[in-house]
């Protein structure tokens, strides 16, 4: 490194000719912290001059672009903090290097490609890179992406490569389209398509579309995968009949995203018979693809759907994990017939887990206009005695929940648990008539 010296001797010069500052004290200042950020690089106090450094770098007079000698000391010592700090220095000194914009990008990239560096300082090049958006990094980024076989380096090149965004997409074109692998590329073609796609997935432009459509039928079930959740971010009239078609893909991941992203687009519910589609995957041979389906039928919000959910609901056939989804789903569905219909559960089902669930997500309904009929239910599980009662536990549940649905009608009812034999009723009952009456709670 040069004697920073240079740049404390050198800085008044430069504040003559382009006036900079009309303050000698400001200069003062200056001179100081260059002395003090020199000393701190001396005794590798990387803390310290990492304080110095975001001191000058903030100070709202100063041009850098004026003072280019003064700019490249700078990136010196930021360098040196990046080589030699540990994890949290280095995260601290990111930001210097976004300032300091163009001169940077050289350096970062000769950390890049440097395979002998160690791999958390090629991650922190990669992801200062990325944050900068400059065009010359994408080519580096590329090859890093092929070259290494850390995920995590992987990873970090994708995700820059995504925040350069549309301009990196030419490039990626070619990583999906290459065949053969060479000496240098340790990674297979399959695990560069996958990469790609990855990436594509990060930039979320429209431009990426017809990219994207390119690979739903890759052999790769991940590349699959990973494209239709990337196209589900789209408003696009090419997109919906691929997720429909995703819908009946042989992996369930596939399948899975394809739920997911049509479960977003409920305006689309009539032109595709979403809810009748989505339905069929409630009774997929993959657990996690039957509970996406729960949660996308909720979002159609219709009675039809309430229906298909209540009827996996109470079905003897449903695990457990997907009865409370479907519980919570018809909470979510926010019509009459989604909460008669989890009252219909109630006498239905025995199972106290269920029970609990139910209870619970009336006690969340937020719909102004629903709030009476949750009200109602809870108390005419009290009024009729109904067997959940007598577990202590499921009690408690109602009490909460009716002092969260804030409905004055459940007073008389709360008044009675809180004289309830069970310590744990009678606390949850006087927590709701504090949140209801707090006159009638004392």
């Known amino acids: 490194m040069h004697d920073f010296r240079e740049a404390v001797l050198g800085i008044p010069c430069y504040l003559g000719v382009i006036g900079l500052f009309g303050s000698v004290q400001i200069v003062n200042n200056i001179n100081q912290l260059l002395v003090q950020a020199q000393a701190a690089y001396d005794a590798a106090d990387w803390s310290s001059l990492i304080q110095y450094l975001q001191t000058l770098i903030l100070l709202e007079d100063l041009e850098l672009s004026e003072l280019p000698k003064y700019q490249e000391h700078l990136l010196e010592l930021a360098i040196a903090v990046l080589e030699s700090g540990d994890f949290q220095q280095r995260w601290e000194i990111t930001k210097i290097f976004a300032r300091l914009d163009k001169i940077s990008v050289t350096p970062l990239i000769d950390i890049l490609e440097d395979e002998n560096t160690e791999e958390e ?86 431009e990426t579309i017809p990219l994207l459509l390119s690979v739903v039928q890759d052999s790769q079930v991940a590349v699959r995968a990973a494209a239709i959740e990337a196209l589900s971010s789209f408003h696009d009239p090419r997109v919906p ?50 509970c996406a389906a729960a949660i996308a039928l909720s979002r159609m919000g219709c009675d039809r759907a309430a229906k298909d959910l209540f009827e996996v609901l109470v079905s003897p056939h449903t695990p457990s994990q997907l009865q409370l989804e479907a519980v919570r789903a018809l909470s979510w569905v926010e019509t009459v017939s989604s909460l008669e219909f989890l009252q219909q559960a109630l006498h239905q089902l025995q199972t106290p887990g269920v029970w609990r669930e139910i209870i619970t997500v009336l006690g969340r309904i937020s719909n ?67 949140r209801l009456a707090p006159e009638e709670a004392l």
């Open 121 to 206: 300082l090629r991650w922190f090049a990669a992801r200062i890179l990325g944050e900068m958006k400059n065009p010359e990094a994408i080519a580096p980024l590329v090859e890093l992406l092929k070259s290494t076989e850390n995920e995590e380096l992987q990873e970090s090149a994708a995700t820059a490569l995504g925040q350069i965004g549309t301009i990196a997409i030419a490039a990626l074109t070619e990583l999906l389209t290459e065949a053969g692998t060479s000496e240098n590329n340790y990674v297979s073609v399959e695990e560069r398509r996958l990469l790609a796609v990855k990436v594509l997935s990060h930039i979320r432009q429209p």
């Open 368 to 434: 102004v206009t629903l709030t009476n009929k949750a009200t109602k239910i809870l108390l005419q599980m009290l009024e009729e005695n109904h067997p959940t009662i007598e577990v202590s536990s499921i009690k408690s549940a109602i009490a909460l929940s009716l002092g969260q649905l804030g409905n004055m009608q459940a007073i008389s009812k709360l008044t009675e648990l809180s004289t309830d034999k069970d310590p744990q009723v009678r606390l949850h009952a006087m927590a709701a008539l504090k």
């Open 241 to 290: 009949p691929v997720l429909v078609n995703a819908l009946d893909d042989l992996a369930a991941p596939v399948r899975r995203e394809a739920v997911r992203g049509l479960g977003f687009r409920p305006e689309l519910s009539s032109e595709f018979d979403l809810v009748g589609k989505l339905k069929s995957r409630l009774y997929d041979f993959n657990l996690d693809v039957c």
